[in-house]
């Protein structure tokens, strides 16, 4: 069964505009949620991640926001640029085997010049 | 010259046959994935392998088979009972369990005519 889901699963976005992509999670010992980002022809590498200790984290124009509450985490790309231009996959693990990630279905992303 | 290498990049075989993916790493690694990866269905383990000699099914194991007979190899073998084998194959290292992120190679595009 899938134990993360992300949403969308394209989108497209203007230069400079905002690109927001959504993954849900069932189960509640999941505490690492990393986002991935691949290029076509790739393997993914790791963008940006989050611990549920905080609700939000920053790193340049990419900010992961999570919702212990509700079982949520998002990614912003502010200033999306075509260089962003990539599929993304949100992840999640357990602290008892962390490096084993389950994978959300992936969004392609395409920023339009 | 570290990293992951997956040879070959492209590889066609006949419906019947088993193939072999070839993943090598020097980055002394301990951990060793493997994933297959379809539009739409984000990255699905087949089977990982945390030391050497010693090989975990993941959650597609069916018709693939591993070996870890030295830290730096981590070949999988496609057999001719996986149904659907055409797909983008990714190999992953972790250095060690109490580590979170995975580093993947470029991959293997298997196409099975």
């Known amino acids: 069964q899938q134990q993360v889901k992300q949403s969308p699963q394209s989108l497209i976005v203007q230069k400079g505009g905002i690109s927001i992509i959504n993954c849900a999670y069932e189960?509640?010992?999941?505490?690492?949620f990393p986002w991935y980002q691949q290029f076509p022809g790739k393997g993914p590498a790791l963008l940006i991640a989050?611990?549920?200790?905080?609700s939000e984290k920053k790193e340049g124009r990419f900010t992961i926001s999570f919702n212990k509450s509700a079982k949520q985490f998002s990614l912003h790309i502010m200033d999306s640029q075509p260089g962003d231009s990539a599929t993304y996959f949100c992840a999640a693990s357990r602290a008892l085997f962390r490096s084993r990630l389950t994978f959300g279905e992936g969004t392609q992303l395409t920023v339009n010049p | 010259d570290g990293g992951i290498t997956q040879s070959p990049k492209y590889l066609f075989r006949k419906e019947g046959q088993n193939v072999t993916l070839s993943c090598e790493q020097n980055l002394n690694h301990d951990a060793m994935y493997w994933y297959r990866q379809d539009p739409g269905q984000g990255l699905r383990l087949i089977y990982y392998?945390?030391?050497?000699?010693?090989?975990q099914k993941g959650d597609i194991a069916e018709g693939y088979s591993v070996s870890r007979e030295k830290k730096e190899s981590f070949p999988l073998t496609v057999t001719s009972a996986q149904k659907n084998p055409t797909a983008f194959y990714l190999c992953?290292?972790?250095?060690?369990?109490?580590?979170?992120?995975?580093?993947f190679g470029p991959g293997t595009r298997l196409t099975v005519l």
């Open positions: 392998s945390q030391i050497v000699n010693d090989f």
């Open positions: 189960n509640t010992a999941f505490d690492y």
């Open positions: 992953a290292t972790v250095p060690g369990q109490d580590y979170n992120e995975q580093f």
């Open positions: 989050i611990r549920p200790d905080v």
